[in-house]
């Protein structure tokens, strides 16, 4: 009975210690997330658009100074808004141009904002076009290029109108000039079948477009385009890097109508957070001062705000590049807001190019399951008119989607000629098996071979490839010589998912001047974006 007593009395201090040392490592774990948020929550949080990424330097060396941390983060013009209609917590945000800031759902919280320097957005043409096309140092038109586009003599690509400021904001202003600056663009003129046939004309000279302002800047740098739409700073840097690469530098011409301008506005978010409202006002003095206004300079941003500046460093904004300081640009007025969302809802349902879109995706055995639903999920959503115009992702009645499945074969390929009719696609995709292995290669030469005989003056083309694992048949070989044998660059973006292997997606994509999005946390989301790009 003492024997049993004591077992007793011995179980219990070890249940005892077990609580204890339990209740310990618990504390200590939760201690160690509270300094980590400690560490989090006293840094300064910035939302900047991803053009400003060039001038993180300058940002951070400030912080440095000031023994503060800061945490940016980077997005485009839509998905910023998207950021803080959905409440993510930053204390400024560092925008592309004004005009967003009062689009957002709650804009009373959008406290101090500056404009912190000028970016015209405007054309940027090879030289030795622009001097073909008679536009070195001429007045130019907005007419003048749609005429240029109409003969045939003059492509561009452009950041996507849905999804970025530059965009945007050019489509905004093509509108404008083209409706002969009317004091303010109505719902009158977007209905006019001049302006109808203008603008659908004048994209129609687009060849490729960019989800983003960086990734247009290092295509450029990579591929050969007659011309492009981007900032003015971004085409002094790209000059920058071609020079140096002894190429061919663009040529900047500003349409004499009309040249959208970006104000790139600094503000707080009024979090009621003392300390943090004291760090951005002293951080944005900075900027606005003498010396914070010269770094920008440097970086290609007009600092000046009377519209000429017979003082700007000549080695940053060369006269050779097109580039004339101590000339008046005549600005575009901005529409309001119920205008500005029907021209982008106008643009992405009838006036942009068609497109003509090859989904690839994996049914290997590794998507069974929670994969495979968040594939089907996502296609879903894409492939969904309604769901996806929350978004201004959908396709037009005027597109072309293929999908063409795959496993370590290629397992079946369906198609619709009109994007607003996809009900058998999503069908056929929730219906698709999942088994066997990994083969990346033959869908993606298969889908060379389809878009190779389209028309790329009809429409644009690309290609999405979905993976969750690693390629273990077909040849990289193959792919690589049937890219090559293309008349026309066809780009191709990758989506990697599960245990997808990076390298070999980027050794991909990198024959077609494409790009790897990561949609491990959220395969949705990486879909949306990639819509930009196609």
């Known amino acids: 009975m003492k024997l049993e007593n004591r077992q007793k009395k011995s179980l219990s201090i070890l249940f005892i210690i077990f609580i204890c040392l339990f209740a310990f490592i618990y504390l200590l774990t939760n201690a160690g997330k509270n300094i980590i948020n400690d560490i989090t929550s006293d840094s300064f949080k910035i939302l900047a658009s991803s053009e400003n990424k060039d001038i993180e330097k300058v940002i951070t060396d400030y912080f440095k100074n000031k023994g503060q941390k800061v945490e940016i983060d980077y997005a485009g013009t839509i998905e910023i808004m998207d950021k803080l209609n959905s409440g993510e917590n930053y204390d400024a945000i560092w925008a592309s141009n004004s005009i967003w800031l009062y689009m957002l759902e709650d804009s009373s919280k959008i406290t101090n904002s500056k404009s912190t320097s000028i970016n015209p957005i405007v054309f940027g043409i090879k030289k030795s076009i622009a001097e073909n096309l008679g536009f070195v140092d001429k007045e130019v038109y907005t007419k003048d290029i749609l005429n240029a586009i109409n003969e045939g003599k003059l492509k561009f690509v452009m950041t996507s109108a849905t999804r970025t400021n530059t965009g945007a904001s050019s489509y905004l202003g093509f509108l404008q000039t083209l409706a002969g600056n009317p004091e303010v663009l109505t719902e009158e003129h977007l209905q006019d079948p001049n302006l109808v046939t203008d603008i659908t004309n004048l994209l129609n000279g687009v060849t490729r477009t960019s989800g983003s302002d960086e990734f247009l800047e290092d295509i450029m740098k990579k591929g050969s385009y007659d011309a492009a739409i981007s900032y003015e700073s971004s085409l002094i840097n790209l000059n920058k890097t071609l020079e140096k690469q002894n190429k061919e530098p663009y040529y900047i011409v500003y349409p004499i109508d009309g040249v959208t301008i970006s104000d790139s506005p600094l503000a707080y978010v009024n979090n009621k957070n003392e300390s943090k409202e004291e760090i951005f ?120 989607i293929t999908v063409i499945t795959f496993d370590d074969k290629i397992m079946n390929q369906f198609s619709t000629e009109k994007g607003t009719e996809t009900s058998e696609l999503i069908y056929r995709i929730q219906n698709e098996q999942v088994d066997g292995g990994t083969n990346l290669y033959d869908p993606l030469v298969k889908a060379l071979k389809l878009l190779s005989t389209e028309n790329s003056d009809e429409y644009n083309l690309s290609i999405v490839l979905m993976t969750d694992g690693e390629g273990n048949s077909g040849s990289f070989s193959n792919y690589k010589s049937q890219y090559k044998n293309l008349k026309e660059e066809i780009p191709i973006y990758a989506i990697m998912f599960g245990s997808a292997e990076r390298r070999q997606l980027e050794q991909i994509t990198r024959v077609a001047n494409g790009k ?9 989301e990486a879909f949306k974006e990639v819509r930009g790009y196609n």
């Open 281 to 400: 006002l002293n951080f944005q003095s900075y900027i606005l001062s003498k010396e914070g206004q010269k770094k920008l300079e440097e970086y290609g941003r007009r600092t000046w705000y009377g519209g000429i500046n017979t003082k700007a460093d000549k080695n940053t904004f060369k006269k050779e590049w097109g580039i004339d300081t101590a000339k008046y640009i005549t600005p575009i007025k901005y529409p309001s807001s119920s205008i500005i969302k029907q021209s982008l809802a106008l643009y992405q349902t009838e006036f942009r190019k068609p497109t003509h879109t090859v989904f690839c995706l994996d049914y290997s055995g590794s998507m069974y399951g929670q994969g495979n639903e968040q594939l089907v999920n996502a296609m879903n959503y894409i492939l969904t008119e309604e769901e996806a115009s929350k978004n201004l992702l959908q396709f037009s009645f005027k597109d072309k």
């Open 516 to 524: 790897v999005f990561d949609g491990r946390s959220n395969l949705l």
